[in-house]
């Protein structure tokens, strides 16, 4: 069954550094995401992605956030300088026609450990 | 907006037992998402309904439309059904963001 791929699975970073988490969705899938939970939290909505633009994006996706489809096969996500409320297991997902008809798959989580 | 609660937090079993977990939403929005996080995180679609039932294996869903609410059945509960299961739905109608529950912690022993 096809799988929405992230890498890495685990990543550390310094406060104040860059990190890029990378997924590769689904090939023949056109809409993209990526969700965030904090530990102990809910899952928390951060951006949409269709026809190489942000759809809709939430508070917490602001300036130090960005998106990007640089090949037509990898979709990541960039934090230019990371803060410690920015540790957080990372979900990419994608979907055929949207998940109102279609539903999502989600990729297996990248988990940014911030210190 | 919609909102998405779930019961029970927490759920423990004995193996063979039958489950049932809830969700209800505020807002009549197409479709339902059952989603089950495994101990290292990773989330995996369970199913996506929009009216009365699926089933997939020893997983059965179901929805009430009129009444807003949806439960997750396990039948014969294993071990390895120990995980969280998190109910989401779309915020509102103008979009496509999943708003999640809380989760149900499921942990079924031997």
């Known amino acids: 069954e096809p799988e929405v791929t992230q890498t890495p699975s685990h990543q550390v970073t310094q406060m104040g550094q860059e990190v890029i988490l990378r997924c590769v969705p689904i090939?023949?899938?056109?809409?993209f995401y990526w969700y965030r939970q904090i530990l102990g939290q809910k899952v928390e909505f951060l951006v949409s992605?269709?026809?190489?633009?942000?759809?809709?994006k939430s508070e917490i996706f602001d300036d130090q956030f960005s998106v990007e489809r640089p090949d037509g096969s990898n979709f990541t996500l960039k934090i230019r300088s990371t803060k410690l409320e920015d540790s957080a297991m990372y979900f990419c997902?994608?979907?055929?026609?949207?998940?109102?008809?279609?539903?999502?798959?989600f990729g297996s989580g990248t988990r940014l450990t911030v210190v | 907006k919609n909102e998405v609660e779930q019961s029970p937090q927490n759920l423990t079993a004995q193996e063979g037992e039958f489950i049932t977990i809830n969700c209800s939403y505020s807002v009549g929005i197409s479709a339902l998402h059952w989603l089950q996080q495994h101990p290292g995180g990773g989330i995996v679609s369970l199913f996506m309904l929009s009216s009365g039932k699926k089933k997939h294996g020893r997983l059965i869903a179901t929805i009430n439309i009129q009444e807003k609410h949806s439960s997750l059945h396990i039948t014969a509960s294993h071990p390895r059904d120990s995980a969280v299961y998190i109910c989401?739905?779309?915020?509102?109608?103008?979009?496509?963001?999943?708003?999640f529950g809380t989760g149900t912690r499921l942990q079924v022993f031997p």
């Open positions: 090939s023949n899938h056109l809409y």
């Open positions: 989401a739905s779309r915020e509102s109608y103008n979009t496509d963001k999943l708003i």
């Open positions: 997902a994608s979907s055929r026609t949207g998940p109102t008809n279609y539903g999502y798959t």
């Open positions: 992605f269709y026809n190489n633009e942000i759809s809709e």
